[in-house]
């Protein structure tokens, strides 16, 4: 069964205290996989696309990295304004172009 | 400024009642979606429609309906068959459906059945 999992579920930094959110997916055939950010009440912005193990890409203190199981966002330098919920989805090549798996999000919190 | 407008943000309703959620859309997007939201799962999707005149059932479509008479425009109906239908929907669109096109979401209508 496809299946996207995220972890950690919550992660509190203090600011500028870096780390990584992962996004780990079982699919068969990745077509891409998205992030996105969610603030409380809002609905989700979307980030970044990945197509293939070995890309990255970066947007100011976010850098998204993805290999054949795993992609992972790092944030480099927190703020209190990165605060919010980050989803992972996957476009799996066994499904119609429509359909997306979103994982169930890591909610951060950046402490002044 | 370009966006997706959901409205209302709050909606309350009895049970047994049918209730339409708006979504407008002035990006010019072909594809347009309906997911659903709730705490602790991931986002699921209820119908898509990629042009007018023209939709497709998603994972969770029993006890909705949609309609897409314009291109802007694609509202989203939970009638009374929706057994569970307390929850966080979301609208979005895209430029074409497809890998290359992301997403856009609107900013949600946070709908309570008591």
């Known amino acids: 069964e496809d299946q996207v999992t995220q972890s950690p579920e919550a992660l509190r930094l203090q600011e500028g205290e870096s780390s990584s959110l992962n996004c780990s997916y079982t699919v068969s055939g990745l077509r891409g996989l998205f992030w996105y950010r969610q603030d409380p009440g809002k609905g989700p912005e979307f980030l970044f696309t990945?197509?293939?193990a070995g890309e990255e890409k970066e947007k100011e203190r976010l850098k998204a990295t993805l290999t054949k199981k795993e992609s992972f966002l790092h944030i480099t330098a927190p703020k209190p304004e990165d605060s919010a919920t980050y989803l992972c989805a996957v476009q799996a090549k066994s499904y119609n172009t429509d359909k997306l798996i979103f994982g169930t999000g890591t909610r951060l919190q950046v402490f002044p | 400024d370009g966006g997706i407008t959901q409205s209302p943000k709050y909606l309350f309703r009895k049970e047994g009642q049918n209730v339409t959620l708006s979504c407008e859309q002035n990006l010019n997007h072909d594809a347009m979606y309906w997911y659903r939201q709730d705490p602790g799962q991931g986002l699921r999707l209820i119908y898509y429609s990629q042009i007018v005149n023209d939709f497709q059932k998603g994972d969770i479509a029993e006890g909705y309906s949609v309609s897409r008479e314009k291109k802007e425009s694609f509202p989203l109906t939970v009638t009374s068959a929706q057994k569970n239908p307390t929850a966080f929907y979301l609208c979005a669109s895209s430029r074409e459906s497809g890998v290359h096109s992301p997403l856009h979401f609107g900013n949600g209508t946070r709908l309570t059945v008591t």
């Open positions: 990945l197509y293939s």
